[in-house]
């Protein structure tokens, strides 16, 4: 009789463990909520949705949405042309969309101890691909990319504009529509000092191909910008293989950022700022697939393996002829002696 009552013992022994160590994990889970803030909180589209009734937490998407569809119409942009595409395309599936929030918050026996938090889900949203504003459309445009990017946009609330994705890059022919010939005087130095110390303004160079003008002595002249602000190059020969040359020579007092992940630029001269910002990848660019191709943001590019074979979209080629051009024009204290860059960490 004494054995059993030992045993019975020992059960409710463990028993109260088992129950003490579910308060400490409660109680420690809880503190871990705690102390982590919880800083947004479940959210449907960015809109918190934290507490509250299924129909209060309705009537406040519901609310939400209303107000995003009566903003302006979305901007659909290219360098080629502007599309606007009214909201009233957008159709927004309110029930579908607490249903997928209530499954993703609901307790669960892996997660009993602590509800989920933080978890952001977007809104439902279908467009109707026969809708006359989508019909109107150009062929030229990749409708089914463009839908998603709508809906992905709408399904967030989001007011960025779009950037248009095309089935074929539209051609663009260039054509000349004025050549002028200007005689520039000899300026002496405090002239060209004056003149560079009253410049001001944002420079933006895009979708160009520089290239100097020939000279009697045969060779070429070339581009030197000198800004106070910022100069930004970027979308220069977009999804080409073949890189386009800038002749010139860049001069910031204050950044430089230039790009070549779409676009495939050399620039022949040097560049000089208090902040320079390369951005480049190596290798093929395309709105169309190609054989092993990588699918990000709805573009199409190398591999790693196959950029580490090919030469990058954005190289800076030092020309001295150019940069003693600008040298002569504007005379500044620099220094003079290249230092060869150090490369610290190198990946594909």
């Known amino acids: 009789m004494g054995d059993v009552r030992v045993g019975k013992g020992k059960r409710t022994s463990i028993i109260l463990v088992i129950i003490g160590i579910s308060v400490v994990l409660f109680s420690l889970f809880s503190r871990l909520q705690v102390a982590a803030g919880a800083q947004e909180g479940p959210s449907v589209a960015g809109i918190l949705l934290e507490g509250g009734s299924l129909d209060e937490k309705?009537?406040?998407?519901?609310?939400?949405?209303?107000?995003w569809k009566q903003g302006s119409p979305i901007r659909l942009e290219s360098d080629y042309e502007t599309i606007y595409v009214d909201r009233s395309l957008f159709h927004f599936q309110i029930e579908e969309t607490l249903a997928a929030f209530e499954e993703k918050t609901k307790r669960r026996l892996s997660n009993f101890f602590l509800k989920p938090t933080n978890v952001q889900v977007p809104l439902v949203v279908r467009v109707d691909e026969n809708d006359e504003a989508i019909r109107d459309w150009p062929e030229r445009i990749n409708k089914e990319v463009m839908i998603n990017k709508l809906i992905a946009l709408a399904s967030e609330l989001q007011e960025n504009e779009v950037e248009i994705v095309y089935q074929t890059e539209p051609s663009r022919e260039m054509?000349?529509?004025?050549?002028?010939?200007?005689?520039?005087?000899?300026?002496?130095?405090?002239?060209?000092?004056?003149?560079?110390?009253?410049?001001?303004?944002?420079?933006?160079?895009?979708?160009?191909?520089?290239?100097?003008l020939e000279k009697e002595n045969g060779g070429k002249g070339s581009l030197i910008i000198y800004a106070k602000d910022d100069i930004l190059i970027e979308r220069n020969n977009r999804f080409e293989d073949d890189p386009a040359p800038i002749k010139g020579f860049f001069y910031s007092k204050n950044n430089i950022e230039?790009?070549?992940?779409?676009?495939?630029?050399?620039?022949?001269?040097?560049?000089?700022?208090?902040?320079?910002?390369?951005?480049?990848?190596?290798g093929r660019a395309s709105i169309l697939p190609f054989k092993a191709a990588q699918f990000i943001e709805f573009r199409y590019y190398e591999g790693w393996k196959e950029q580490a074979k090919r030469d990058s979209r954005l190289q800076i080629v030092c020309d001295k002829d150019i940069i003693n051009n600008y040298s002569d024009l504007v005379p500044e204290k620099r220094v003079y002696n290249v230092v060869s860059p150090k490369i610290l960490e190198k990946q594909y």
């Open 58 to 67: 309705r009537e406040v998407i519901q609310e939400e949405v209303l107000h």
């Open 175 to 212: 054509e000349t529509t004025a050549e002028v010939t200007v005689s520039l005087p000899q300026l002496s130095e405090t002239i060209v000092q004056s003149i560079s110390e009253n410049l001001n303004g944002k420079v933006k160079i895009r979708h160009s191909r520089i290239e100097g």
């Open 258 to 282: 230039a790009y070549g992940n779409e676009a495939n630029i050399r620039i022949e001269g040097g560049i000089s700022a208090q902040k320079i910002i390369l951005n480049g990848i190596r």
